[in-house]
């Protein structure tokens, strides 16, 4: 029989599959105590109540079991575990399977042992793109512009569910404020108003709209909120290692992006690695039923990180790991990452009654309303369609949004004597050195998929075809290498450290040129995870050659390839114009061309703080006064200070830079108070007084003076990004109201004091020239 004939069988069995549960939802199946649904719609409770009771113990345990694809990789299920679980049907879900193709392959094995004929769940770490890959989601960010960020996460589910994929490991909306931390690429910085918006535009985008009902359209995908909870303040900056956060800044800085993402209907939650005050959080009840079920009310799905269960040994939480499969259970977990705790475990767990199978039964149920609401009981094969698969990835209009995204992302940081931009009609020498001039392989960065390395352009071909017919001539030079990683040890390789043999070449081709442009940066494997840095200088000798560079005399222009903030104290100063261009993705090279040239005008603003150097670190723009306070422009003995460097950054959050210039002038107030329930309009007229056209990110700020609990010095509390020809002016509103105002009190529920407020309407955190004063009474 003809395979096409096989399928066809095959979706006929699961017709009548389909259609007996819809008999059965008529007489309401048996309802879990215990479990409520995501969706909130009776019929699909009543199929999920009828599928659980057609199951048996073993087979509800096998739903709670993820594996990644390399157990099958082609062909007929692999001779190892989990191929030999995947044939007692046993399997609920799989990661790292891509192509229509392949998961149809994968879903038909599955079908093909599941005696009940449950579809199987395919998922993937979407971060920041399928195959046509974005800026990484902290360069992305950096645009301030959510309905972009909405944009290439709604391009990413597109792709990724015509490649199989219909459950995404992203986005990652942990919180952080250490560079050194390799995993602050894949979020959206240090602040947690802003952060908490871009998780909102990331669900919405993979997602569809709130309503649940989006995740039955063929190319929308559940999300994932991770990881749940405080990752991002891993001691010391150390990928994996202990947190101990307080209560209030748990309840103030790192809940309310997740609970952000709960608001926008997020479907799933992932476990964080670390402890938490000493509870590992896989292992944590108190976070996964206390608080994300009962006190948030999310009924979604929960699943581990990789092998976090087992892990819990490690931790010195679990016995072993069955004792380990325990624990995860009674804290709330649903799924089990590639541990095996689960599956090897839970039937002798309830079969002793150290838990119940009435436990096993609520994460089933969650696990199959998932795939009902996915549509995966109707139709297994609804994300294995080839054509569409042809059609939709890498497709022209996404590849254009690649490159929207990337010029978006990129941060101007420092622009002297305008040296930039490098006009095509002007008739000048640039000299192209350094190790990313010709890197391809980095630009997309980390966790960039299935994004093809091979594909991504070049800075030196975008400026070659930005300059084609241009008066601009260049010449390159290498000069130094990029030092690499040995992934096995985690440690920078011996045998790659560059060597300073390129140097003399590169002096002498900047001697002959006008203006040095010079790309430097870190190669993509010392970002992300599981590469934290203690030095967050440029890597290798790269710093050594710029100095070199210097030498000559000649205006010099850096851009920075990069995945987190990095110490660029000594390029500050001696450079003329450093341009951070982060991992820009596929369009990497014809982006950034557009910005040196001055064809797009950079708008991006910093998410996250640039240190003057490591020893700063953690460092963020709404820090706490202390009682003895510290301003650097007006030092006095015995303050909060050190005694070798400035408290301030090199660069603070919100600060970027345009060819045009913005004056910010009348800054008023409808009002100088409001009483609750009111609220007050503060506007500011901004004008484009340069000799660009270009966009500005308009930032108000607040500063609530005393307060029952101390509040920082400042904090984002809106902001709007605007578009101005040279010469135009616009007036641009923002309304205070209670929730403006509000914060957490002693009791740690939100309150509005009455008091007075310091409010700035600014161009960064650090700009002080538009402050005005309101009360709350």
Not at 308 to 332: N, P, T, V
Not at 658 to 669: C, G, Q, R
Request: glycine share 8%; charged share 25%; net charge negative.
């Amino acid at each position: 029989m003809g395979k096409v004939n096989k399928n066809i069988m095959k979706l006929g069995a699961i017709a009548m599959f389909v259609g007996t549960l819809a008999a059965c939802s008529d007489t309401g199946g048996t309802k879990v105590a215990g479990w409520k649904s995501f969706s909130g719609d009776p019929v699909i409770e009543a199929k999920v109540d009828s599928v659980l009771s057609l199951m048996t113990l073993e087979e509800k345990i096998g739903q709670m079991n993820q594996y990644s694809a390399n157990f099958a990789p082609t062909g007929e299920v692999a001779d190892n575990q989990s191929g030999e679980y995947l044939k007692r049907g046993m399997i609920g879900s799989t990661f790292n399977a891509f192509g229509a193709a392949n998961v149809r392959m994968l879903q038909e094995q599955n079908l093909k042992y599941s005696r009940l004929k449950i579809p199987m769940l395919f998922a993937a770490d979407v971060i920041h793109g399928l195959e046509t890959t974005f800026p990484i989601p902290l360069a992305e960010a950096c645009s301030w512009d959510l309905n972009l960020m909405e944009r290439t996460a709604r391009a990413a589910a597109d792709e990724a569910t015509a490649s199989g994929v219909a459950w995404n490991f992203a986005p990652m909306i942990d919180m952080s404020t250490d560079p050194r931390w390799g995993r602050v690429m894949e979020g959206a910085g240090e602040d947690v108003y802003l952060a908490s918006l871009v998780a909102r535009a990331r669900v919405k985008g993979f997602q569809g709209i709130s309503d649940y009902s989006d995740l039955n359209k063929n190319n929308t995908l559940i999300a994932t909120a991770k990881h749940f909870v405080g990752y991002g303040a891993a001691q010391a900056g150390r990928d994996y290692h202990t947190v101990d956060i307080s209560e209030r800044s748990l309840n103030e800085t790192y809940f309310p992006p997740f609970q952000a993402a709960i608001d926008e209907g997020v479907g799933s939650f992932m476990t964080a690695f670390n402890d938490l005050n000493g509870i590992p959080c896989t292992g944590n009840k108190h976070l996964y039923t206390d608080i994300l079920r009962n006190a948030w009310g999310f009924n979604g799905l929960v699943v581990t990180d990789y092998t976090a269960i087992l892990e819990l040994i490690a931790h010195g939480y679990a016995e072993d790991l069955k004792h380990g499969a325990q624990l995860s259970l009674d804290a709330g977990i649903d799924m089990d990452m590639i541990s095996e705790a689960f599956v090897t475990h839970l039937q002798e767990l309830v079969e002793e009654g150290s838990i119940s199978e009435n436990q096993v039964d609520v994460a089933v149920a969650r696990i199959l309303e998932m795939k009902f609401l996915l549509g995966l009981f109707d139709d297994p094969f609804r994300y294995c369609d080839v054509e569409r698969e042809k059609e939709v990835v890498m497709n022209d209009e996404y590849i254009q949004l690649a490159h929207e995204a990337a010029q978006g992302s990129i941060v101007l940081l420092k622009n002297e004597n305008n040296v930039l931009p490098l006009k095509k009609e002007d008739k000048k020498r640039v000299a192209l050195i350094g190790p990313f001039v010709n890197e391809r392989k980095s630009l997309n960065g980390e966790w960039a998929i299935k994004g093809d390395r091979s594909k991504s352009v070049t800075l030196k071909e975008g400026l070659d075809a930005k300059y084609a017919d241009s008066n601009v001539k260049f010449s390159y030079a290498k000069g130094t290498d990029l030092p690499l990683i040995d992934r096995q040890t985690e440690k920078v390789s011996t045998g790659n450290v560059p060597d300073r043999s390129g140097f003399a070449k590169a002096v002498n081709v900047a001697r002959n040129s006008d203006v040095i442009v010079v790309a430097m940066g870190e190669n993509y494997h010392w970002s992300g995870e599981a590469a934290s840095r203690t030095d967050i200088t440029l890597p290798g000798n790269q710093r050594d050659l710029l100095k070199e560079l210097k030498k000559t005399g000649k205006p010099i222009v850096l851009v920075v390839f990069n995945g987190r903030p990095l110490d660029l104290s000594w390029e500050a100063e001696n450079v003329d114009a450093i341009v951070e261009a982060w991992y820009p993705g596929l369009m990497a090279g014809h982006a950034v061309a557009d910005v040196l040239s001055g064809d797009y005008n950079p708008s991006a603003k910093l998410v996250m703080t640039f240190p003057r150097n490591v020893g700063q670190v953690p460092i963020h723009y709404n820090v706490k006064n202390t009682g003895r306070p510290f301003n650097d422009d007006t030092p006095a003995d015995y303050r909060s200070n050190y005694i070798d460097v400035a408290n301030s950054p090199l660069y603070p959050f919100g600060h970027g830079l345009s060819y045009t210039t913005f004056d910010y002038s009348n800054l008023k107030l409808d009002n100088k108070a409001f009483s609750k329930g009111g609220a007050i309009k503060a506007t500011i007229d901004i004008t484009n007084t340069g000799n660009y056209d270009g966009e500005e990110i308009v930032q108000l700020y607040i500063q609530d003076i005393t307060a029952s609990v101390t509040r920082p010095v400042k904090e984002l509390k809106g902001f709007e990004k605007i578009a101005l020809k040279k010469g135009e002016s616009t007036t641009v509103e923002f309304t205070i109201d209670e929730k403006a105002i509000e914060f957490l009190g002693v009791d740690m529920q939100p309150i509005a004091e009455v008091g007075d407020f310091n409010l700035w309407i600014a161009t960064s955190s650090d700009d002080e020239s538009n402050h005005t004063r309101f009360t709350y009474n």
